[in-house]
């Protein structure tokens, strides 16, 4: 049951022959904002009142006589200038806990109209380590998977795994050139990294020493441009000179930022060039990039030895992603990478070609596309297909095999406009009745405001990252305090177990509580913090409700299913069972715009929040009666069983102790 729904549903019928659309109206039914004002509170009468040519008030008394909610609500209450305050009533509110008691599901109804999602998540470009920008990929696509399932939609979830790009090329190269073949026959997956590494960094060296002039040049470039704009006569027109003002203020900060380019290219420069050793290799191999563009290429013609090398690698790509996906309790339905769809992309750019809707433009060709400055090319002069071509030919896969409504790509905002031209195309293909939706989101930053990366620079392992945020979390389980009081008085091998799903709940939760639009900040201490929006927070809270049980000696299965039942006559107890019930709610904001942190956000503010001050002030175990007990105990329990379901959507599991 979806109480806004519900009271929605309920003023639909008055507001329909009041208005071309009601839609718009029914969303000014909302939660109030204030307890005073009620539960929720409608505030379309004063829109709607001065295109009916009536008064607010008039109007809002007209509806609440005409509305049916009486089984609901208190009788409505008109107030200032229009407003609809609406009040549950409190036999209502206990039934409805009475019917989510011995419900598996909490209450929680599946939509009446089920739509197929097709989600491609994580999509990591094997063949070189995953690192922690996979990791909001990977955690939100699954949270989104997991509570679209939960509300009744099919969900086909696809790793599109980038594994047939450069980086082939890159490992091809390698092999050929530097690899040791005996480290490659005792332990492939180690040395396949290594020459991963290796070459990246011959490949970074060969960039910055191209890279360098032209940043210089630029820098000169803007300089004269910021001493010109500085020494010109200020215009008299005020809105003029503010105008100059900021020009030269942009072109000192782009100033400031080529010098900080150009810094840390001569770094990369030096790094290699202050060895020895790398010196020595950059010399032997001074076209490597060329080379490894050329391995690409030749492995995409079909060359029999470099397939032969990539059939051979592909699977410790994958075993090792797979270890990855295990820890992090992830799963696809599909792991249809690039490679999949390579037979496919010449079919796809004739067919654009036949219907007119490509174009040859310098030997490319083309799909120009409204309102874009430069068209989409799906294949290059020299014939090559395209990360463009391929998501086409997955779309055209995706509708023949799987028959989507809509299809999330949940992918780093800066492919935004690569996803912007691919729906373009893809409308202009014919594929115009499907929703097609770039879930983007923003980078992980370490302390310095800076793109997260190890203090030497590299880019963080994500194994790594998992590694350590376990070990922290085995050092909050293993000191405990004096709120978390199980820890420490646990043994070992059950302080381990507990550190694994403790800590790599925190790093889950950290990414999944943000709005995924904004970068934020990496912070274990943050992360695993005991108090705040955590999930080391929530999953205590979760615990500390199993402890009451033991400490009650409570069989609360038994309890559910016997005739005990739930009262809200304190404050606290109305407060917390109006949060419990209106997690179906949390659930369809999270689905509104594919928006995980609605959910931590209710888990955290809502419901954890409400349990406490229950907690604080009304006594469970030793309530005045057994009636009361009783109640309180259940109220505990649809508590933690909210807790628990919404974390599961989450991907975050549960303890019972910690
Ligand atoms: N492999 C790509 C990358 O790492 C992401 C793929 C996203 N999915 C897609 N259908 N384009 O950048």
């Not at 970074?204 to 890279?211: G, P, V």
């Not at 900080?260 to 020595?280: N, V, W």
């Not at 392992?461 to 305090?481: I, P, Q, T």
């Not at 001050?613 to 933690?640: I, W």
Request: net charge negative.
């Amino acid at each position: 049951m979806n109480i806004l729904a519900l009271l929605r549903a309920r003023f639909k019928p008055v507001l329909q022959p009041l208005a071309d659309d009601a839609g718009p109206l029914l969303e000014m039914i909302r939660p109030a904002g204030d307890p005073k004002f009620g539960d929720y509170q409608a505030n379309f009468a004063m829109g709607l009142a001065k295109k009916l040519g009536k008064s607010p008030r008039d109007l809002a008394t007209e509806v609440v006589a005409a509305v049916n909610v009486e089984d609901i609500c208190e009788t409505p209450e008109v107030a200032g200038p229009g407003f609809i305050n609406l009040k549950l009533r409190e036999e209502w509110i206990q039934q409805q806990l009475q019917n989510a008691k011995t419900d598996s599901r909490i209450g929680i109804e599946k939509v009446e109209a089920p739509r197929t999602y097709v989600v491609d998540y994580s999509s990591p470009n094997v063949a070189k380590p995953m690192h922690v920008g996979h990791i909001r990929s990977t955690v939100i696509g699954d949270a989104l998977c997991r509570t679209l399932k939960f509300v009744g939609h099919s969900v086909i979830s696809d790793n599109h795994l980038g594994d047939w790009g450069t980086q082939f090329g890159m490992i091809i190269y390698g092999y050929k050139h530097f690899a040791d073949k005996d480290a490659y026959k005792a332990a492939p997956v180690p040395e396949l990294s290594r020459i991963y590494r290796e070459v990246r960094g011959l490949m970074d060296y060969f960039d910055a020493k191209k890279e360098l002039p032209q940043l210089i040049e630029k820098l000169a470039e803007r300089t004269a441009e910021y001493e010109a704009a500085k020494n010109a006569p200020e215009p008299a027109d005020k809105a003029e000179a503010k105008k100059q003002k900021k020009e030269v203020g942009r072109f000192q900060s782009q100033i400031g930022d080529l010098n900080e380019a150009i810094e840390s290219t001569k770094a990369k420069i030096a790094k290699t060039e202050d060895s020895p050793e790398l010196k020595k290799l950059a010399e032997a191999h001074a076209e490597i990039s060329t080379a490894v563009l050329q391995e690409t290429v030749k492995l995409h013609e079909g060359d029999a030895e470099n397939i032969a090398l990539w059939k051979e690698f592909l699977p410790f790509c994958e075993d090792e992603i797979k270890r990855v996906y295990e820890r992090l309790n992830v799963t696809f339905d599909h792991q249809l990478g690039e490679s999949f769809y390579h037979d496919r992309l010449a079919a796809v750019v004739e067919d654009f070609e036949r219907r007119g809707l490509a174009k040859e433009s310098q030997g490319a060709t083309c799909v120009f596309l409204d309102g874009f400055k430069a068209p989409m090319i799906i294949r290059k002069r020299d014939g090559a297909f395209l990360y463009s071509t391929t998501d086409l030919a997955t779309i055209a896969y995706r509708m023949e095999h799987w028959k989507p409504d809509a299809i999330l790509y949940v992918v780093d905002f800066r492919q935004g406009e690569h996803f912007d031209k691919l729906f373009a195309a893809t409308r202009l293909w014919g594929y115009t009745d499907i929703e097609l939706k770039h879930v983007s989101f923003g980078t992980v930053m370490g302390d310095d405001g800076k793109p997260f990366k190890t203090r030497s620079g590299d880019t963080v392992g994500l194994e790594g990252l998992l590694d350590e945020a376990v070990s922290r979390a085995y050092k909050v389980v293993s000191e405990g305090d004096e709120r978390q009081p199980d820890g420490p008085k646990l043994d070992e091998a059950q302080r381990k177990q507990i550190s694994e799903t403790v800590g790599i709940a925190a790093l889950k939760y950290g990414d999944l509580s943000q709005n995924r639009e904004t970068d934020y900040t990496f912070s274990y201490d943050k992360m695993l913090a005991l108090n705040g929006n955590t999930a080391t927070y929530m999953q205590y809270a979760y615990a500390r409700v199993q402890n009451i049980f033991r400490k009650g000696e409570v069989d609360i299965e038994a309890l559910r299913s016997s005739g005990a039942t739930i009262t809200v006559e304190h404050p606290a107890e109305r407060q917390l069972a109006m949060a419990i019930l209106r997690f179906s709610e949390a659930l369809d904001d999270v689905l509104l715009d594919y928006r995980p942190n609605y959910l931590t956000n209710y888990l955290f503010d809502q419901l954890a929040k409400s349990y406490s001050s229950f907690y604080d002030q009304c006594e469970v175990l030793s309530a005045g009666t057994e009636e009361q007990k009783n109640s309180r105990l259940l109220l505990c329990d649809l508590t933690a069983r909210v807790i628990q379901q919404g974390l599961d959507l989450l991907g975050i599991q549960t303890v019972d102790k910690m």
